[in-house]
């Protein structure tokens, strides 16, 4: 089978930058072809060890976009995913474009190559959320416009929508909104880490990185990864710190991700921790290299990801795999797959004085640490690997370019088209 993977940008080292190319490289592990078409790369930037073993097609910006125009983001969006379909080739059984707006890029190029190979979107996120459309005052008529391009775009984006095959999502969360935003009953197909690949990591490379930090042999060393952004919930950790602090307990709280993306944010956490007197127990490190992170996760006692209206969450993968223990916002589509107290603890979103509560639980129980830890690393290998979510993707694709060759043979006469249930 020939697969073609359409994403936008591969430019940082995001989940769903790290889900298309590791899925490109599982389907050609298992024996398919599968090629990625995106508008931008950075080869070293974006899991360069992942990247050698998938080929690339960049199509480059669309032409209007390269000239010092005032054009609005999303419109830079539409030209942009209108040119990625010109890069798509023919000869392709299936058409998987990743997270938005790559599915419009799909969508186009399906309409306009020989047999319209079908589409089956990996939608990470549904991203038309009411607000978005909130009324304006007559007088502001910018406000009003943007409403107006606001929901031509949502029509513009239903309109594509309908000529895509099959949408897969991450989790029942994602799917919940798919459902409501679109009209369409998605396929739930997880993604997760490959423990088999963590590099192993010596304990000097974790001890010298407790040294780099500052910290004494017994404290306790939290770690949050990710590209920092508001819905990550960050603050809610900082504010579980102070109590701990003053029962004497040592704790340091490292937070290894971008904050390039959100600046503002990254600044109100860098504050907040001052306002809470806890600056000198939090570390932010700024983005790290995909080779570093294995050190990152085997150096902490605990992971945490208090993240809320996520509706995934790779890194918790990654931690799990890692075997360290884990503690986890409901509001993340990953805590559906685990089961508290035994793969990871888990807290309801916007609750510090809960999750200092985990904390204390798990920095008193050695015991607690080790079977969170042995029952999360079993968890992936079980259900949650990469692998694994090659295969179900595999399965979905089959299944949907077997029912495209049945269209075709029924339009041709060669067979009868099924009867209605």
């Known amino acids: 089978m020939r697969v073609a993977i359409l994403i936008a940008e ?29 508008t931008a790369s950075a080869p070293e930037g974006c899991y360069p060890s992942l990247r050698r073993r998938v080929r690339v097609v960049e199509s480059g910006r669309h032409p209007l976009n390269r000239l010092p125009l005032p054009l609005s983001t999303r419109v830079r969006d539409l030209l942009d995913m209108r040119h990625l379909a010109r890069a798509v080739g023919e ?26 190979p079908p589409v ?5 996120d549904y991203l038309w959320p009411e607000h978005l459309f909130q009324r304006w005052p007559w007088w502001d008529v910018r406000g009003r416009l943007r409403r107006c391009w606001r929901r031509w775009l949502r029509a513009y984006d239903d309109a594509a929508v309908r000529d895509i095959a099959r949408v897969v999502v991450l989790s029942s969360m994602a799917g919940a909104q798919v459902l409501k935003g679109y009209g369409v009953e998605p396929v739930v197909v997880r993604s997760g880490a490959a423990p088999h690949e963590m590099p192993a990591v010596s304990p000097e490379d974790t001890e010298r990185l407790r040294r780099e930090l500052g910290l004494h042999g017994d404290a306790f060393l939290l770690l949050f990864l990710g590209i920092l952004m508001p819905h990550r919930r960050l603050e809610d950790v900082l504010e579980a710190l102070p109590p701990l602090i003053e029962q004497g307990r040592r704790i340091h709280f490292l937070v290894v991700g971008s904050r390039q993306r959100y600046r503002r944010y990254s600044r109100f956490l860098e504050e907040r921790a001052e306002a809470l007197g806890v600056g000198h127990h939090v570390t932010f490190t700024g983005a790290a290299p995909e080779a570093s992170l294995p050190i990152y996760y085997n150096a902490c006692d605990a992971f945490i990801f208090p993240n809320e209206n996520q509706t995934w969450g790779l890194a918790v993968a990654e931690a799990l795999a890692s075997g360290r223990p884990v503690i986890l916002s409901t509001g993340c ?28 639980s798990l920095m008193d129980d050695a015991d607690l640490r080790r079977r969170l830890g042995e029952g999360g690393r079993r968890l992936v290998e079980g259900e949650l690997s990469w692998r694994r979510y090659a295969e179900k993707m595999l399965t979905v694709f089959e299944e949907i370019a077997r029912q495209g060759e049945d269209m075709k043979a029924v339009r041709r006469g060669e067979r009868t088209a099924p009867k209605a249930a």
């Open 10 to 38: 591969l430019l940082v080292e995001g989940g769903g930058e790290r889900q298309a190319v590791h899925l490109a490289a599982d389907l050609q592990e298992l024996g398919h072809e599968a090629v990625i078409f995106t």
């Open 120 to 124: 089956v979107w990996m939608c990470n």
């Open 91 to 116: 000869g392709f059984d299936v058409l998987n474009p990743h997270a938005w707006p790559a599915q419009w890029a799909a969508v186009a190029a399906s309409r306009r190559l020989p047999g319209a």
């Open 333 to 360: 589509g990953v805590s559906e797959v685990v089961t508290d107290g035994v793969d990871a603890l888990l807290v309801p979103p916007r609750r510090p004085d809960l999750i200092a509560l985990r904390l204390g």
